[in-house]
């Protein structure tokens, strides 16, 4: 009951958002798939469009930008094919790849964004920290769309934007495996559906939401700590 209640309200941050996920995997279930993850069922069987977003662990992918010579996987589909990742050419970054290239196409800002992917997060965490942050990033037949929603201290949300219109999925067909960064990832959602910029920044804020919610173990042990209060204060 309690694990089901658990899931159930994460489900429903998700649904607020921008509708039902069709695959969600919490940070257990990440640890259990190790890195990598196979669908008996391909999601979506046209040219690609689908979201995928990701609650970071916000200190580990600062810390790789800040370092400036730290290359990882953030996700990546159909072995490799396609997918998003911190690179280093010509500044630490976020970077595209393309059939198993390492991450060097850079994301041109869109929507104005204040901060270009590629080039700028190096700058901004240096003068700014983050206590959370996730990235909707969406593979579409016009290209390659990211999205990254940083969250400070205060509480104050920013979401920047890019695009590389060259890496379209024509080809791509549905989504059938995918790998994700086993350091960065603590939450992801699959869903079936492209996204606007406002749409993914309540994406990536309910997938923050979601993966502080306790797994049910540690939810277990809060409620039996709170339980044996409430039987010492009964004694008293």
Not at 208 to 236: K, W, Y
Request: glycine share 10%; hydrophobic share 40%; net charge negative.
């Amino acid at each position: 009951m309690k694990t089901a209640f658990i899931t159930l309200v994460v489900a429903s941050l998700f649904t607020l958002a921008y509708g039902s996920p069709v695959l969600t995997l919490d940070s257990e279930a990440l640890q259990l798939a190790g890195g990598s993850y196979s669908l008996t069922e391909g999601i979506n069987s046209g040219y690609g469009n689908f979201s995928v977003t990701m609650a970071l662990d916000a200190q580990a992918f600062q810390s790789a930008i800040l370092a400036g010579d730290a290359s990882g996987t953030i996700f990546t589909a159909n072995n490799n094919y396609i997918g998003l990742g911190i690179g280093t050419t010509p500044n630490a970054g976020l970077y595209g790849s393309w059939l198993n290239t390492n991450y060097t196409r850079a994301i041109t800002p869109v929507n104005n964004s204040a901060v270009n992917l590629s080039s700028g997060l190096g700058d901004l965490f240096s003068s700014n920290t983050y206590e959370s942050i996730a990235v909707t990033y969406q593979i579409t037949s016009t290209g390659t769309w990211t999205y990254l929603t940083l969250v400070d201290s205060e509480g104050t949300a920013s979401t920047y934007g890019g695009n590389d219109s060259g890496l379209k999925a024509g080809r791509f067909g549905a989504l059938t495996s995918f790998t994700y960064g086993e350091n960065y990832v603590k939450y992801l959602v699959v869903d079936n559906q492209t996204l606007s910029a406002t749409a993914s920044q309540k994406a990536n804020l309910s997938a923050i939401a979601a993966a502080a919610v306790p797994e049910p173990a540690a939810a277990s042990l809060s409620l039996i700590g709170l339980a044996a209060l409430m039987m010492r204060r009964r004694r008293a």
